[in-house]
């Protein structure tokens, strides 16, 4: 995939944060891409800001948790475009607290969305992706591998995701289908309600992710980075 242009990509929670920032990415690398998302006000916001033509850019409402929302998604880029090249399964969120505050619905909302909804968007795209022997990323976190006090639900969904992504690469490697998993530390993204600032500028932009994905997808086709960890270079010294 060494050749990006009129390649087609899904980026689901492409509407801010890492899923922007991939999206700007591939769309300067005359990538055609689709995002998604469950809120239609900031996605529009999202195509104002991506600038793209309607040839280049689809915007589609899409909440990952239901699998039928996923197929609608990939019906409508395969009805645009044809085909189906790039994944990124970057749709996630974080309920933080301490198990004898954690509600069920936190729990569920944190595994329907960062564990089930990614099993939903690959198994909706797995067929275009196996015709098109394309490449499927998935945004778990650092968080994937490092467990913390008040993590219970965030932790599980991301350790979850990596052995998902990793199982799932063993399943496709055979096909021609590349499977990479990114785990980034702190990123300045929009993620829990946080609106970035200057103070985050130590922090991994949404851009850098943008990069280190097109570099995944530049790669020679017989390298395969299954698992990616990325951090910022020197975070702030706690007082």
């Not at 899904?10 to 469950?38: C, F, N, P, W």
């Not at 039928?68 to 749709?91: H, M």
């Not at 991994?204 to 395969?224: C, K, N, S, W, Y």
Request: glycine share 8%; aromatic share 6%; hydrophobic share 40%.
């Amino acid at each position: 995939m060494n050749t990006l242009k009129n390649k087609v990509a899904y980026i689901t929670g492409g509407s801010q944060g890492i899923g922007l920032g991939v999206a700007k990415a591939m769309l300067e690398h005359d990538m055609k891409v689709a995002i998604s998302g469950r809120s239609k006000e900031k996605l529009d916001a999202a195509a104002i800001s991506l600038g793209a033509t309607s040839d280049r850019l689809l915007v589609i409402q899409s909440d990952v948790r239901h699998f039928a929302d996923e197929e609608n998604a990939v019906r409508q880029i395969l009805d645009r475009w044809g085909k189906l090249d790039v994944v990124i399964a970057n749709a996630g969120i974080g309920h933080y607290a301490n198990i004898t505050d954690l509600t069920l619905d936190q729990w569920n909302q944190t595994i329907d969305t960062n564990l089930t909804g990614v099993f939903h968007t690959v198994k909706a795209s797995l067929d275009a992706i196996l015709s098109s022997e394309g490449y499927i990323i998935t945004i778990a976190s650092l968080a994937g591998t490092n467990f913390f006090t008040n993590g219970t639900a965030y932790n599980a969904s991301k350790f979850g995701l990596v052995g998902f992504t990793q199982a799932l690469m063993l399943d496709v490697r055979q096909k021609n289908v590349k499977v990479s998993t990114i785990m980034p530390g702190s990123v300045a993204t929009h993620f829990n309600g946080h609106i970035p600032d200057d103070a985050d500028s130590w922090k991994i932009q949404p851009e850098d992710i943008g990069e280190l994905v097109l570099d995944l997808l530049r790669m020679h086709p017989r390298t395969l980075p299954s698992k990616v960890e990325v951090r910022p270079t020197r975070p702030p010294v706690k007082s």
